[in-house]
């Protein structure tokens, strides 16, 4: 039965120290916050209750019947931990939420000590009542003074004995008090949770509630009911009754510091807790091995052996460093080394966002992970928008608008300057006249987390306050610090990966667009007997501005064309494709040549503004009498190289196209003849540069078509090609390059 | 291309200098031309003597100058213009519709 005792009362000190410890860790913590000081001091009288109850069975057997237990000092100090109950209740006035804030009077709320303070000087000061009433007897008949002094001590005496009358029904009188606060502030506890949104507090808070209001009632069960009703719980039930509500109400508020950062305490502080709890619990551990090593050695050897004690602390002492390590890791492991360790956030975030490229998910994202690794209340982003090229505030779910932060905003300045998070109340001199500074207040804004790379800043996060109601401690902001780096990463990765997308869409387009108008290109060019066509396009982009057709016009007709667009690309390949499709609309209206040209002018200027242009030769062979009749409108002229090596150029038309309204173009006429051959081409080639910036240049594409009038036309392209590149190496080219090549092959002998 | 302007007898010259190739060279020679035009001044000589090169899109711009200044009552004359750039404007025919002038002070009087 001794040894027992002596478990229950080292289980009683463990729970005591448990708690004192949590008391300390919190209060140490925050001292500032009113709720870890509240906190702490509940916690406090809580540790005193176990604590007086060891050390009551320590000094129980030690009490002479002459002067009982129950009325010795010792164990009327125990009436202290009581104090406790209103330490409870203003708790309870305070989480989860505020209502001391409220208050007119303040110091009113002192008030609820009032009673048990009274009650711990009752039973300290007048547990003996007789001495009292003793020393106030007064000796009859001593003149005035007893006059005065008789029926002082009279009303003394009076009330005395109301003190003695309320002191033999204090036990049952203060259990329906301390019921009473226990009712109370569970009541306020629940409706107070009842006015929580955010998930985050509700999961802490229920802990705490349930935690605390079980413990309570266990102890309300064992003890304050059967004072009440007068009936008697065993000894064994009230103990185990009083284990099982510290385990309960200490282990919840442990838990929700350590797992749900209640009283935000930090990591340092949970870690130590883990700690100690892993210690207590090898204490007690070690001390039920020792009774149960005990009996059976002292049923084997009939009689205690010192030795077997001592050989039992040196194993233990050599066990307990290993063991408790890794029993303290594994508190660590299950507790600690989650979501609220921010190594641990540094770990989730980097694997869980390095995969996500979809930027809305990456914020939301970024959100959450905040959210429950600081309790941060809302999360808004200010990120640079590559489409305005100016910072904005993104829509949040209270916020729908995006807003355009002005670049000159005296705050956002400020926040470009920033290297790590700051109170948004440090930034005060950037913030007169910001309109930044009143979007952020507008969203309660407590503190800014700037994205920066090497060199810019990407933007920025704006954290409110926690939904704890704690400002950020120093923790939190090396926290985030780390954090802004791995987000520059992320997002970073996020807008590349996007940019290849689009880039990747636009290729596609391109690829689709040029094919589109390899189709639009003739497949052949028309041949005869009597002479041979070949035409070549290399657009120096995907797509370009040149182009050639050819148009059977019936009756032995052949119409060819050769142009070349301003500009280059899409741009280019757009306006050119529309010429040809009016090139072949016209043709087949009108047989004039310079009504053709002078209809397309005019639909292109009224179309495009007039930097937008096309330059084009237009030519008519009529196979019959060999006859060329052609119009140049502002085109590169082509050479007509005659079988005998003279040349001319065909200037005749008029005005480039697209340019002015109304231009005339007129034809002109030759004859061609038999190994005459037509060199039609674009200024890619005559403008093809070597590395002086000098130009190829007609004169050279005259004396290569010159030189090389005997090859066929399709070599001839080949050849003059590859003589322009090794001239102009440049890739790619500088310039879409377009040639058509006309030869007579049998015909009119010149006259 | 660099662009310079001062005025001569109540005639803005515009000097460009370098290559006229588009892209940003548009923009500053648009400008130019409409802030001449906001302050009145709608006869304008480009002097081309320190023009090095011209691709078509740099032919667009004079031509755009040109019928901007046009559509505003006023004009835009060339002077200075030789070798490449001459015969650009010739094969375009754009000579036909650009007054071209040996130098900036034959321009100038031909107003």
Redesign the interface.
């Given at each position: 039965m001794e040894i027992v005792q002596s478990i229950i009362t080292a289980v009683y000190f463990i729970f005591g120290g448990i708690l004192l410890f949590l008391a300390g860790s919190i209060v140490r913590g925050r001292l500032s916050v009113r709720l870890n000081r509240i906190t702490g001091l509940m916690l406090f009288f809580a540790a005193l209750g176990p604590i007086f109850l060891a050390m009551g069975q320590i000094v129980k057997p030690n009490i002479s019947a002459a002067a009982p237990f129950e009325e010795s000092i010792i164990y009327n100090l125990l009436y202290i931990w009581e104090l406790f109950f209103p330490s409870f209740l203003l708790f309870s006035l305070i989480f989860p939420v505020d209502r001391l804030s409220t208050l007119h009077f303040p110091k009113l709320k002192y008030l609820i000590f009032f009673p048990h303070i009274f009650h711990i000087l009752l039973v300290v000061v007048f547990n003996n009542p007789e001495k009292v009433l003793n020393l106030l007897e007064v000796g009859p008949g001593e003149g005035f003074l007893s006059l005065i002094l008789q029926p002082l001590s009279y009303v003394m005496k009076f009330v005395v004995l109301g003190f003695s009358l309320l002191l033999s029904s204090q036990k049952s009188l203060f259990s329906i008090i301390n019921l009473f606060y226990i009712g109370l502030a569970v009541y306020f506890i629940l409706r107070g949770r009842a006015q929580i949104t955010n998930r985050q507090l509700r999961n802490q808070s229920a802990i705490i509630i349930w935690g605390i209001s079980i413990a309570t009632g266990l102890y309300a069960i064992a003890f304050l009911l059967p004072e009440i009703f007068s009936y008697e719980t065993p000894d064994y039930i009230q103990t185990l009754i009083v284990i099982a509500a510290l385990v309960i109400g200490g282990g919840a508020v442990g838990w929700s510091i350590i797992r749900h950062q209640f009283l935000d305490v930090s990591v340092i502080v949970r870690q130590s807790l883990a700690y100690t709890i892993s210690s207590g619990i090898l204490v007690g551990l070690y001390i039920l091995l020792v009774d149960q090593a005990d009996k059976i050695i002292t049923s084997f050897f009939g009689a205690k052996t010192t030795i077997v004690n001592i050989a039992f602390i040196v194993v233990a002492l050599i066990l307990f460093q290993p063991i408790n390590q890794q029993l303290d890791n594994l508190i660590k492991r299950l507790f600690v080394r989650n979501r609220t360790d921010y190594r641990n956030i540094m770990e989730l975030l980097s694997r869980r966002l390095i995969s996500i490229f979809n930027p809305e998910q990456l914020r939301s994202m970024i959100e959450k992970t905040l959210i429950s690794a600081l309790l941060v209340d809302r999360v808004y982003f200010a990120l640079f928008d590559d489409k305005v090229q100016e910072y904005a505030l993104l829509p949040s779910d209270d916020f729908r608008e995006k807003i355009v932060i002005n670049r000159d905003d005296l705050l956002l300045r400020g926040i470009g300057q920033l290297e790590s998070p700051v109170l948004l109340d440090r930034l005060s001199v950037y913030r007169t006249g910001s309109t930044l500074s009143q979007e952020l207040e507008k969203r309660k804004t407590q503190l800014i987390l700037p994205l920066k790379d090497s060199e810019h800043l990407l933007g920025f996060l704006a954290l409110t306050e926690k939904a704890s109601g704690f400002r950020y401690n120093a923790e939190d902001i090396t926290m985030l610090g780390v954090m802004s780096n791995q987000l520059v990463t992320v997002l970073t990765n996020a807008r590349l990966y996007a940019d290849s997308l689009e880039k990747q869409r636009l290729d596609e387009e391109l690829t689709m667009a040029r094919q589109i108008q390899l189709d639009l290109l003739p497949k052949s060019a028309p041949c005869a007997e009597s002479f041979v066509i070949s035409a070549r396009s290399l657009p120096s982009r995907t797509i370009g501005g040149d182009f050639y057709d050819f148009i059977p016009r019936g009756d032995g007709i052949i119409s060819m064309v050769i142009a070349?667009a301003?500009?280059k690309g899409m741009p280019a390949a757009l306006l050119v494709t529309q010429i040809q499709a009016m090139l072949r609309s016209e043709t087949a209206n009108n047989t004039e040549i310079a009504r053709i040209l002078q209809n397309i002018n005019g639909y292109i200027v009224e179309s495009t503004?007039?930097?937008?242009?096309v330059?084009l030769f237009y030519g008519e062979f009529d196979q019959k009498n060999q006859r060329f009749r052609y119009a140049n409108?502002?085109?590169?002229?082509p050479i007509l190289v005659r079988s005998d090596g003279t040349h001319e150029s065909l200037?005749q038309?008029?005005?480039?196209i697209g340019?002015?309204g109304g231009a005339i173009y007129q034809e002109a006429i030759v004859d061609l003849h038999q190994d005459d051959l037509l060199f039609m081409y674009t200024?890619g080639l005559s403008?093809a540069q070597n590395q002086v910036?000098e130009?190829y240049g007609e004169g050279r594409i005259i004396d290569y078509v010159l030189k090389n009038r005997h090859l066929p036309p399709e070599l001839l392209i080949d050849g003059i090609l590859q003589d322009m590149h090794k001239f102009d190496q440049t890739e790619p080219p500088r310039?879409d390059t377009t040639l058509v090549v006309l030869k007579i092959l049998k015909g009119n002998n010149r006259q | 291309m660099k662009l310079n302007h001062y005025e001569k007898d109540g005639i803005a010259i515009l000097e460009p200098k370098g290559k006229i190739m588009g892209g940003p060279d548009a923009t500053l020679l648009h400008d130019q031309l409409h802030e001449f035009i906001e302050k009145g001044k709608k006869k304008v000589v480009v002097d081309m003597a320190q023009v090095e090169w011209m691709n078509s899109t740099g032919l667009g711009i004079l031509i755009s100058g040109l019928t901007t200044l046009r559509n505003n009552q006023g004009e835009l004359k060339l002077a200075n213009v030789t070798g490449k750039i001459q015969s650009l404007l010739t094969i375009t025919k754009l000579i036909t519709v650009f007054e071209a002038f040996d130098s900036v002070e034959e321009a100038v009087k031909s107003f």
């Amino acid at each position: 039965m001794e040894i027992v005792q002596s478990i229950i009362t080292a289980v009683y000190f463990i729970f005591g120290g448990i708690l004192l410890f949590l008391a300390g860790s919190i209060v140490r913590g925050r001292l500032s916050v009113r709720l870890n000081r509240i906190t702490g001091l509940m916690l406090f009288f809580a540790a005193l209750g176990p604590i007086f109850l060891a050390m009551g069975q320590i000094v129980k057997p030690n009490i002479s019947a002459a002067a009982p237990f129950e009325e010795s000092i010792i164990y009327n100090l125990l009436y202290i931990w009581e104090l406790f109950f209103p330490s409870f209740l203003l708790f309870s006035l305070i989480f989860p939420v505020d209502r001391l804030s409220t208050l007119h009077f303040p110091k009113l709320k002192y008030l609820i000590f009032f009673p048990h303070i009274f009650h711990i000087l009752l039973v300290v000061v007048f547990n003996n009542p007789e001495k009292v009433l003793n020393l106030l007897e007064v000796g009859p008949g001593e003149g005035f003074l007893s006059l005065i002094l008789q029926p002082l001590s009279y009303v003394m005496k009076f009330v005395v004995l109301g003190f003695s009358l309320l002191l033999s029904s204090q036990k049952s009188l203060f259990s329906i008090i301390n019921l009473f606060y226990i009712g109370l502030a569970v009541y306020f506890i629940l409706r107070g949770r009842a006015q929580i949104t955010n998930r985050q507090l509700r999961n802490q808070s229920a802990i705490i509630i349930w935690g605390i209001s079980i413990a309570t009632g266990l102890y309300a069960i064992a003890f304050l009911l059967p004072e009440i009703f007068s009936y008697e719980t065993p000894d064994y039930i009230q103990t185990l009754i009083v284990i099982a509500a510290l385990v309960i109400g200490g282990g919840a508020v442990g838990w929700s510091i350590i797992r749900h950062q209640f009283l935000d305490v930090s990591v340092i502080v949970r870690q130590s807790l883990a700690y100690t709890i892993s210690s207590g619990i090898l204490v007690g551990l070690y001390i039920l091995l020792v009774d149960q090593a005990d009996k059976i050695i002292t049923s084997f050897f009939g009689a205690k052996t010192t030795i077997v004690n001592i050989a039992f602390i040196v194993v233990a002492l050599i066990l307990f460093q290993p063991i408790n390590q890794q029993l303290d890791n594994l508190i660590k492991r299950l507790f600690v080394r989650n979501r609220t360790d921010y190594r641990n956030i540094m770990e989730l975030l980097s694997r869980r966002l390095i995969s996500i490229f979809n930027p809305e998910q990456l914020r939301s994202m970024i959100e959450k992970t905040l959210i429950s690794a600081l309790l941060v209340d809302r999360v808004y982003f200010a990120l640079f928008d590559d489409k305005v090229q100016e910072y904005a505030l993104l829509p949040s779910d209270d916020f729908r608008e995006k807003i355009v932060i002005n670049r000159d905003d005296l705050l956002l300045r400020g926040i470009g300057q920033l290297e790590s998070p700051v109170l948004l109340d440090r930034l005060s001199v950037y913030r007169t006249g910001s309109t930044l500074s009143q979007e952020l207040e507008k969203r309660k804004t407590q503190l800014i987390l700037p994205l920066k790379d090497s060199e810019h800043l990407l933007g920025f996060l704006a954290l409110t306050e926690k939904a704890s109601g704690f400002r950020y401690n120093a923790e939190d902001i090396t926290m985030l610090g780390v954090m802004s780096n791995q987000l520059v990463t992320v997002l970073t990765n996020a807008r590349l990966y996007a940019d290849s997308l689009e880039k990747q869409r636009l290729d596609e387009e391109l690829t689709m667009a040029r094919q589109i108008q390899l189709d639009l290109l003739p497949k052949s060019a028309p041949c005869a007997e009597s002479f041979v066509i070949s035409a070549r396009s290399l657009p120096s982009r995907t797509i370009g501005g040149d182009f050639y057709d050819f148009i059977p016009r019936g009756d032995g007709i052949i119409s060819m064309v050769i142009a070349d667009a301003s500009g280059k690309g899409m741009p280019a390949a757009l306006l050119v494709t529309q010429i040809q499709a009016m090139l072949r609309s016209e043709t087949a209206n009108n047989t004039e040549i310079a009504r053709i040209l002078q209809n397309i002018n005019g639909y292109i200027v009224e179309s495009t503004s007039s930097e937008k242009f096309v330059t084009l030769f237009y030519g008519e062979f009529d196979q019959k009498n060999q006859r060329f009749r052609y119009a140049n409108a502002g085109h590169n002229y082509p050479i007509l190289v005659r079988s005998d090596g003279t040349h001319e150029s065909l200037s005749q038309g008029g005005i480039l196209i697209g340019a002015f309204g109304g231009a005339i173009y007129q034809e002109a006429i030759v004859d061609l003849h038999q190994d005459d051959l037509l060199f039609m081409y674009t200024d890619g080639l005559s403008e093809a540069q070597n590395q002086v910036e000098e130009e190829y240049g007609e004169g050279r594409i005259i004396d290569y078509v010159l030189k090389n009038r005997h090859l066929p036309p399709e070599l001839l392209i080949d050849g003059i090609l590859q003589d322009m590149h090794k001239f102009d190496q440049t890739e790619p080219p500088r310039d879409d390059t377009t040639l058509v090549v006309l030869k007579i092959l049998k015909g009119n002998n010149r006259q | 291309m660099k662009l310079n302007h001062y005025e001569k007898d109540g005639i803005a010259i515009l000097e460009p200098k370098g290559k006229i190739m588009g892209g940003p060279d548009a923009t500053l020679l648009h400008d130019q031309l409409h802030e001449f035009i906001e302050k009145g001044k709608k006869k304008v000589v480009v002097d081309m003597a320190q023009v090095e090169w011209m691709n078509s899109t740099g032919l667009g711009i004079l031509i755009s100058g040109l019928t901007t200044l046009r559509n505003n009552q006023g004009e835009l004359k060339l002077a200075n213009v030789t070798g490449k750039i001459q015969s650009l404007l010739t094969i375009t025919k754009l000579i036909t519709v650009f007054e071209a002038f040996d130098s900036v002070e034959e321009a100038v009087k031909s107003f």
